[in-house]
Structure formats: structure tokens, C-alpha cells
């Protein structure tokens, strides 16, 4: 089915471990995104990217790094894993055309413990 | 900065009954894009509706309806003979036009529905 897709669904790293969150589209969209849910604080943007070859801080960047690897892809990384970092985190894309909301994968559960 | 506030965190509602849910948000841009989405158990976010702030008239989508106020920056959603599938947390989310790239979110509203 056409849509986000993201990998994996849940993770447990230790504390200082490192991973790397995957997210691809196949819906032709410009726009992707990176966001978390924490209990109380809806969602929050960690850095997104408005086309191929940029990308843009959000609201929560720290500790996060991002790569737009082509058009379809959109990695999330954690170079070390805090138990901040525990979170649900859903990747997100867009066309240009204005008209349209954000098509959202089905989230990562991460604990760090 | 804009911001999305939803002042019930929980809602409950008889099956076959009318809810509203409540969202107000601040902003000084006068064209940007509202939307609601629902999240239920499996986490899924699903578009609700979405109403863009030159239309007028509010969006309608079969039991979904909002009510947009521009001048009072508020849009609620009203859910029409609730059913049990649409129990689940209900985000009011803000997008601003002309570039602006952020989806800015509520803290949400989670809706029980009582059979």
C-alpha cells in the first residue's frame, strides 16, 4: 500500500547506544518530517526536510541528526541514545501543494533505558 | 510562535450522541490551514478534516463538522452520532502558508465513548 512506512516499530537501547530510525515514501512528496509524541505534549518537530538535499531544525532538535538520502527517504539518528530520547516518533510527508495535510507512518516506540 | 491549545484533555460521550471538542490557536498570520487528526489505539494518525482559513464556510466530512471562527482563533470539531470506533485521541493541529513548513499540534483530547 502506498503510504510512510518506518523501521522499526519498537526499540530498546541502553543508555549512550546508537540507532538510526528509517522512514521512506512512495507518494512522490516534496516535504518530510520527524516528529515526537510524548505523554501530554502532543506532537513536537525534530527537524524536517522541505526537499530533497535540505533540511531544517524544528522545535526539538537536540541530540537528533537527520539525512535526506534521496527523495523517498528520510533517516532519524540518535548518536547517543539518552532516557530523554524515550519517546514515540513518527516520520511525515508532504507534497508541495498546499492543499493537502501530512501523510504520517505508524511511529517507532523507543525506550532508552 | 504560534500555538495550539485544547483545553479538554478528556471527553466522554454516549454512543449515538454530539460531542465537541474544543481547539483555539494564535497567530498573525491571516492565511494558514486547520486540521484534526485522530489517533486511535494502534497510534495511527488519521486526517480528520482540514479547513483552509479563507474559506468561510466550515468543513464538513459525512459525521465531522467544525466550527471556524477567525476572529475569535478558534475551531472546534463536532462529532455527529459518535460510534465506538470514534473513541480515540483527537489532535487540533496549525499549519501557516507561504512556506512555513511546520504542522504545530494541540496537546490533545482523548474521547471516550460510553456504549
Known amino acids: 500500500n502506498a503510504g510512510v512506512t518506518q523501521t522499526p516499530k519498537f526499540q530498546v537501547l541502553k543508555t549512550g547506544q546508537s540507532m538510526t530510525l528509517q522512514c521512506a515514501q512512495d507518494m512522490n512528496h516534496n516535504s518530510m518530517y520527524w516528529y515526537r509524541q510524548d505523554p501530554g505534549m502532543g506532537l513536537r518537530l525534530i527537524y524536517y526536510?522541505?526537499?530533497?538535499?535540505?533540511?531544517d531544525k524544528g522545535e526539538v532538535p537536540n541530540g537528533y541528526n537527520v539525512s535526506r538520502l534521496n527523495k523517498r527517504e528520510f533517516s532519524l539518528r540518535l548518536e547517543s541514545a539518552a532516557p530523554s530520547q524515550t519517546s514515540v516518533y513518527f516520520c511525515?510527508?508532504?507534497?508541495?501543494?498546499?492543499?493537502?495535510?501530512?501523510?504520517f507512518g505508524s511511529g517507532t516506540r523507543l525506550t532508552v533505558v | 510562535a504560534q500555538t495550539v491549545t485544547q483545553s479538554q484533555p478528556e471527553m466522554s460521550v454516549q454512543e449515538a450522541e454530539t460531542v465537541t471538542l474544543s481547539c483555539t490557536y494564535d497567530t498573525s498570520e491571516s492565511d494558514y490551514y486547520l486540521f484534526w487528526y485522530k489517533q486511535p489505539p494502534s497510534r495511527q494518525m488519521i486526517l480528520v478534516i482540514r479547513q483552509e482559513a479563507y474559506k468561510q464556510q466550515n468543513a464538513t466530512e459525512n459525521r465531522f463538522s467544525v466550527n471556524f471562527q477567525k476572529a475569535a482563533k478558534s475551531f472546534s470539531l463536532k462529532i455527529s452520532d459518535s460510534q465506538l470506533g470514534d473513541a480515540a485521541m483527537y489532535f487540533c493541529?496549525?499549519?501557516?502558508?507561504?512556506?512555513?513548513?511546520?504542522?504545530?499540534f494541540g496537546t490533545g483530547t482523548r474521547l471516550t465513548i460510553i456504549p
Open positions: 493541529a496549525y499549519r501557516g502558508n507561504f512556506g512555513n513548513e511546520k504542522l504545530t
Open positions: 511525515a510527508s508532504r507534497t508541495g501543494n498546499k492543499d493537502y495535510g501530512y501523510t
Open positions: 526536510s522541505a526537499s530533497e538535499g535540505t533540511t
